[in-house]
């Protein structure tokens, strides 16, 4: 974990140094996973993120996917997102994305590490064109005795394309991730830590560092 954590803290150092704009967040999880048969699951969880420049509560996502496993720690899956932004009480818009991901999982010693590259099919309400985003996600989970694991991740926002609503094709945003895990039996486990998530303006806007507590709650059937 301590070589997983020197390889995240670079990345956040440059980034806290170039920052222009920043916010102190809190994003809560209720997260379900349900297995339909031997190789195959159901995951679908509720998102809820508070900040303090958008005056409370600035997004909802409600999200479902369905996965499969295909053998040697591979998986493939395929769902849906819908998505709701606020500023201020208000709604100022709605995405719909149609997702499709491959996922990978894997140990090294008592470290489990875990992968996935997910694909986006975006379409938002304040505009008229398409746009397509890869997420890859890389994830480390130590336990440490008991229930209790040391959690940490990293994702990468990649646009792949230009649209009329202001999605400009390049690296756009990144989360780094550092918490504990906590299951409390076979159903049920929480989740809480820092998430550090880097918006790059690209010299269309200014760059903007949220820092946001997480807490999760996840239940496995």
């Known amino acids: 974990m301590s070589r997983l954590l020197i390889c995240v803290f670079p990345l956040l150092l440059p980034a806290a140094a170039m ?16 297995k339909l048969a031997e190789k195959s699951k159901f995951e679908g969880d509720v998102v809820a993120r508070f900040g303090n420049d958008p005056g409370g509560l600035y997004e909802v996502e409600l999200n479902a996917m369905l996965l499969q496993e ?10 849906y997102t819908r998505a709701i932004s606020y500023s201020h009480g208000n709604v100022t818009r709605t995405e719909d994305r149609l997702r499709a991901q491959v996922g990978m999982a894997g140990s090294l010693g008592k470290l489990k590490l875990s992968g996935r590259a997910r694909l986006e099919y975006r379409m938002r309400s304040d505009g008229d064109d398409e746009g397509f985003r890869l997420r890859p996600q890389v994830k480390a989970t130590l336990p440490i005795g008991g229930p209790f694991s040391l959690v940490g991740h990293h994702e990468s926002f990649i646009l792949l394309n230009d649209t009329d609503w202001g999605q400009v094709a390049g690296y756009e945003r990144m989360r780094n991730f550092a918490g504990v895990s906590w299951k409390l039996n076979k159903t049920v486990a929480v989740e809480a830590g820092y998430l550090n998530q ?8 200014r760059d903007v560092m949220d820092h946001a507590l997480t807490f999760s709650l996840g239940m496995n059937f």
């Open 19 to 34: 920052a222009q704009d920043e916010d102190q967040e809190l994003w809560l999880t209720t997260a379900a996973t349900i």
């Open 70 to 79: 295909v053998g040697d720690g591979f998986s493939v899956g395929g769902g």
């Open 198 to 205: 880097y918006n790059f303006g690209r010299d269309i806007r």
